[in-house]
């Protein structure tokens, strides 16, 4: 499977909304510091959350296993590549959400 192309393609189209975003915001700020405000208030206050770290990795490991079982589908199965690898991808993305949304709810509760 040649990913060349996709690569290119995701590249190329993930690079204009960046760029779009990071003028944007650099006007944005230039705007508020020729009016004399203070851009501590964009910044704001980062914390670093323990919930979102175990999202991303929640999500991170069940993506990996779509991957893994992606490949044993493709190997096993009369399945083809790219149905096998994307289903179990999102299959088990979407499992990954779904148990990190059970597990945040199990801790709001007990807050």
Known sequence: MDLTGLVAVLGFFGVIPLIIFLVHRHRER?????????????QGEKKCSTLESLKYGIVLIGLAAGILIG??????????????????????????????YSIAKKQQETE
């Open 30 to 42: 230039k705007a508020l510091i020729e009016k004399g405000m203070d851009i501590s208030l964009l």
């Open 71 to 100: 490949n044993i589908l493709d190997a096993f199965t009369r399945l083809n590549e790219e149905v096998s690898y994307f289903s179990m991808i999102f299959l088990f993305g979407g499992l990954a959400l779904l148990i990190f």
